[in-house]
């Protein structure tokens, strides 16, 4: 009897541990899919965000070109303006001095 049920119990564990050597099988089945999913998904994210990084400089580069273009021009333009300003400046101050003058004029014909 006790000889039966050591064959029974051996057959039991045998059974078992053939179960779990399937379990795990399959559970390392399960986790390379997942690595392999999930590389092929970051593999698509870094092309993605390499598309995008591309793009992006595909179209600064004309804005930079036109930019690039436009600075001389403004320099150019600033300049001018501000020697228009200085001439005006100039010209204002004469006035400012002249007006003093003037004005005595105008007094001394009044009177």
Known sequence: MLGTVISSLMT???SFLDLCLVVVSQ???LCRTI???GIDRMTLIVQYIKSQCVALKLSIEPCLAQLTIQVPLMKLGLMNVLHSLGQVG???LI???QIPQRVYKAL???N
């Open 90 to 92: 100039q010209q204002l």
């Open 12 to 14: 039991k564990v045998t």
């Open 108 to 110: 001394k014909r009044g």
């Open 35 to 37: 690595i392999a999913v």
């Open 95 to 97: 006035t400012v001095r």
């Open 27 to 29: 559970m390392m089945t």
